[in-house]
């Protein structure tokens, strides 16, 4: 089903509902909601899963930093009352649970959000949406399902605990968003090395599935266009907040991802225009073939205008016709229309029509 279809028909089950209404808008079947969570200080790191959210509530500001990840949104009821004990707005746990969310940031009192989406490329462009929500004493991520980059952070925050305690909370979230833009990078290219090949095959042997290539790939370069321009406004959002929450040694790291942000927006944007090259260029090949085709066609249809003509005069069937009672008419005649193809082949040739 395609994307636009999908999200309509997800929406559309939405209609009439209060706004904050907990549902999980998905293009797959939500997954088991499971929450773990790793908290760390100088000297120590600990991670656990957590079964009852409520006692959520019981965490304290006692200089460790925390990451609760929550993956999979069948238990919606887990949402709510992780907004209970975080006193999160109900409209923020609704847009975690919307997949289809497009990327953005919002600051609140208490904490701020952000929505993004973790892409990765195997036949064609698949996307995780990540919801990250800072609070005081926590950092929270809402996923549909497994994020394989995410244990990545959990490694490195194993090998540098230390560094990352000093540089605070708020550097998780930047480690968090790094991994995130890194993950177009990685997508990038696979999609270039399948450029190339379309590119190759299209010069050599275009056919028609080369250009349901061509189109699967222009739909799925329109999908990160409409996932990848949101995340300027975004990034910008973060950077220009007001939040004690972010330090100025973090503004710098986010600076950087600014910069990664707009590097991908120039690359989906080269990557558009090349498929519509490839388009043009698969057009023109086709047309080429046909070109030959046609002139090959036209070469021997010329060749046989003459030999019909002389074939046409002596099949009229007329009494008095002299080179009928000739004996060496027949081999006659054939052995002057092959001369005639000849003649006419070399001067192709020399025209270098063939």
Known sequence: MP??????????????????????????????????????????????SIVDIKNLKKIENDGKIRWIEIKGLLDIDKIENLGQAFNIHP????????????????????????????????????SKQISIIVAENVIITISESEVPGFENI?????????????????????MIIDMIVD???????SIGDKIEDIEDNV??????????????????????????????DMISGIRRSDSEMISQTTQIYLNDVSDHIIQIIDTVETYRDMISELREIYLSSISNKMNEVMKVLTIIATIFIP?????????????????????LGYPATIIFMI???????????KKRWI
Request: glycine share 4%; aromatic share 16%.
């Open 307 to 327: 030999l019909t003509f002389i074939a046409g005069i002596y099949g009229m069937n007329f009494h008095f016709m002299p080179e009928l009672g000739w004996a």
């Open 183 to 189: 993950s177009y990078f990685l997508a990038f290219e």
């Open 91 to 126: 409209l923020t746990l609704e847009d975690s649970l919307n997949t289809y969310l497009r990327p953005k940031f919002e600051n609140f009192d208490n904490y701020f959000f952000i929505s993004l989406k973790y892409v990765f490329f195997k036949e064609e462009i698949t």
């Open 154 to 174: 959990k490694q490195r925050i194993k090998d540098n605990k230390n560094k990352i305690t000093k540089s605070g909370k708020d550097y998780l979230m930047y």
């Open 3 to 48: 994307i636009l279809k999908q999200h309509s028909t997800k929406e559309s089950s939405k209609a009439g509902m209060a706004p904050g209404t907990l549902i999980g808008i998905s293009e797959t079947e939500p997954a088991k909601t499971i929450v773990n969570c790793i908290e760390f200080d100088d000297s120590s790191l600990q991670e656990y």
């Open 203 to 232: 010069l050599k042997n275009p056919d028609s599935e080369i250009m349901d290539q061509i189109y699967s790939l222009k739909r799925q370069m329109i999908y990160l266009r409409k996932i990848t321009w949101p995340m300027r």
């Open 339 to 349: 001369a005639i193809s000849l003649v006419m082949i070399l001067f192709f040739r």
